[in-house]
């Protein structure tokens, strides 16, 4: 195998299967720090082997089993867990034993018992909501620093000090690798949700690289919403949640062209939503609105999504209503990116005067300062207004901002369009 197309591999399978093995690690060792010094371990050493010796049948066992041995190793050399050693030593002989298969199929069953309490770990209190969010990102989501940091809209040192101190606070609180108790868990709960919600969008847009997407993220996090959604039946800010991402995630089949590019809501063959995902999440939006969560910030937004889920054409969007919804949002929960969004409805709903008015009111927002997003609705509104020579240089303005290669040039499209 070439060196390239190995790494390229390798790359994907870390994606895949690193939240799992943090996760697993994390049972084993108890400290969620160390865990992922394990995982780094043993993708250092993929990288040093698998370019000559190819990848594995089961990448993600190979994985587990080289940074279980290099949990036994690091027990041997630090004397502060002596006392640890012995017991550690057996559970992890008797997990090496395991055969390939038998890992990978432990790996699935083990979600409950390894992804759940790694998620609640990472949003434990003694951390602060914004090292909780970065963290879990980092351990469950596999997103790097800078794709965290573009995520939350804060700078790459900053992210990158959040994470390092959150693991270091971790491991001095002994915080315990476990699913808080039922009593505990609603006071966490909004952390994770937020999350969820950042994974699933990362996977839905990617903020960087070669592709529009990255559909397994946004899977992991919709699998994992499912799974808190059955832990919780009775929540219904949970529900309206994964009411929002079975929603969202019924697009992605139509997100791209054959060859990848992105597509545009308004441009999608509705016919390629996929309508079990469709019907799942007005299900999950309905049991939030039956629990009384109609007003809640998901349950919204979950709202909005089902109002395009029902349209069978863009001409049929009821854009009033998602306008008024939006009104709502903003009202609960005060955002520049939702005063962004609330724009682009007023301008579909009332013209895109009424919409431009709005987005020239967030011109001198701080944190929409790098956001690629400003530009481009206000490109998109001024073209609709006539106003072509202002558009392009949105346009501009809006691709040089993006790190995706697929929107760039998207968004430097648009801008090659906007001729007079």
């Known amino acids: 195998m070439a060196r390239a197309d190995a ?25 969620v720090g160390l865990a992922e010094d394990l995982a780094q371990d043993a993708l250092v050493r993929a990288l ?26 690091r027990l041997r050399r630090n004397v502060n867990l002596e006392r640890k050693q012995e017991q550690l030593g057996r559970d992890v002989g008797a ?10 199929i432990a790996r699935e069953e083990d979600l409950g018992d390894d992804l759940l309490p790694l998620m609640f770990t990472c949003c434990h209190p003694v951390l602060s909501t914004k090292a909780r969010i970065a963290l879990t990102l980092r351990l469950l989501g596999g997103l790097t620093t800078e794709e965290i940091a ?3 809209l804060v700078s790459g040192p900053t992210a990158a000090q959040r994470i390092v101190r959150a693991k270091k606070t971790l491991a001095q609180a002994r915080v315990p690798f476990e699913v808080p108790g039922r009593e505990e868990l609603g006071d966490r709960l909004a952390s994770v949700l937020e999350v969820l919600y950042l994974v699933f969008n990362e996977g839905y847009s990617a903020t960087a690289g070669d592709d529009w997407m990255r559909p397994a993220l946004s899977r992991e996090a919709l699998r994992l919403g499912r799974v808190l959604a059955a832990l919780m039946p009775g929540e219904p800010e949970v529900h309206g949640l994964v009411g929002l991402m079975e929603i969202q995630a019924s697009r992605i089949g139509a997100r791209t062209s054959p060859a990848g590019e992105p597509v545009l809501l308004l441009e999608q063959d509705r016919a390629r939503w996929d309508p079990l995902l469709v019907r799942r999440g007005l299900a ?38 998602i306008a008024t919804l939006y009104g ?17 409805a007023v301008g579909m709903a009332l013209g895109p005067a009424a919409g431009l008015e709005l987005v020239d009111a967030l ?23 006539g106003r072509i020579s202002e558009a392009r240089r949105e346009f501009e303005r ?14 430097s499209e648009r801008a090659v369009a906007c001729t007079d």
Do not use: F
């Not at 591999?9 to 994606?15: G, N, T």
């Not at 690629?372 to 073209?383: E, F, K, M, N």
């Not at 809006?398 to 968004?411: C, D, K, Q, S, V």
């Open 7 to 31: 790494h390229r591999a390798i790359d994907a399978i870390w994606r895949i299967e690193s939240a799992r093995l943090i996760a697993g690690l994390a049972r084993m060792v108890r400290d």
């Open 48 to 73: 040093e082997t698998w370019p000559e010796s190819g990848v594995p049948d089961n990448p993600g066992a190979w994985l587990m089993a080289t940074a279980k041995h290099r949990a036994v190793d």
């Open 95 to 104: 997990q090496l034993a395991l055969s390939a298969a038998e890992l990978a």
């Open 150 to 152: 573009r995520a939350v």
């Open 284 to 321: 999950a939006l309905a049991q939030a609105e039956a629990l009384g969560g109609t007003l809640r910030p998901y349950a919204l937004q979950a709202a909005i999504a089902a109002c395009h889920a029902r349209a069978r054409t863009p001409e049929a969007t009821d854009w009033t209503r």
């Open 328 to 344: 709502a949002l903003s009202q609960l929960s005060p955002s520049p990116v939702v005063e962004l969004n609330r724009a682009v």
């Open 363 to 385: 011109a001198d927002e701080p944190s929409l300062q790098g956001y690629h997003l400003l530009p481009s609705v206000r490109g998109d509104l001024l073209a609709k207004l």
């Open 398 to 411: 809006a691709a040089a901002l993006t790190e995706n290669a697929r929107e760039r040039r998207l968004l």
